[in-house]
């Protein structure tokens, strides 16, 4: 593993516990303390880490929003073969709704070239996504755009959730925590994904594998209000068994392959 990716995992670690042990990292991954020790400096020198005795602290709060274009690169496979099981759910003639984020765009894109659908959604980057599609019509909410992340938000984008009914919601988040729930970087985008939510008629969370077991800043909706998971996590992970326990679907896939197995 390259330096650079070895440390943005030891970061996302570090933004999901708030703390990393030495000795722990260099077990996970099989590397020398002394080369975690260099990773933790270097992470210390950017201002993203404060060394301990023993390991590091974040200086990160769980508001931290890793920029878009991190966002878009990171786990791509897995948020392709996301996006291609989520597709499967959806009939010609539904009404969708597609949220904002990386792996809903993933979503977006593995409906192209599908006929009769209706899409509504907060994300102008959806809209450019299937903006050609001729057997799609688009719905964007109203609302201001946030900068750089190109989530639209606020009273109007809420408002006009609360006016539509939907067969399905597509909903991206930042993490996945069987007792805490769904969690967002951004209370305001969290407004707009509950009312999506409260629109559609089943409601699927979509996320890749890092996003399991992580606590991020605002809620979206308690574990028990979200019908469906799509993730590329095998099924004996944790959080796939908890949250299958509490009575959420969760479907699983591997990245090359376009269909899942679900659990619970």
Known sequence: MEPYHRRDQIFRQLVDTGEVSIAQLAEELNVSEMTVRRDLEALEADGRARRVRGGAISLISRAYEPPLAVRN????????????????????????????????LAVARS????????????????????????????YIVGGYVRTNEFSVIGGDAEDTFRRVN???AFIGVAGVHPERGFTE???????????????????VVVADETKLGKLAFALVAPATNIDSLITDAPRGHPVVTRLAALGTEVICVEAGRSAGTAVG
């Open 73 to 104: 690169s990171t786990a791509a496979d897995a948020k392709a073969a996301i996006g291609r099981a989520a597709a499967e759910l959806v009939d010609d003639g539904d009404t969708v709704i597609i949220d904002t984020g990386s792996t809903a």
């Open 185 to 203: 970087y951004n209370a305001d985008d969290a407004r707009v994904k509950r009312a999506a939510i409260a629109a559609a008629r089943r409601s």
């Open 166 to 168: 939907c067969d399905l």
């Open 111 to 138: 409906l192209r070239a599908r006929r009769g659908l209706t899409v509504v959604t907060p994300s102008p980057l959806v809209v450019m996504e299937l903006g050609g599609e001729p057997g799609i019509r688009l």
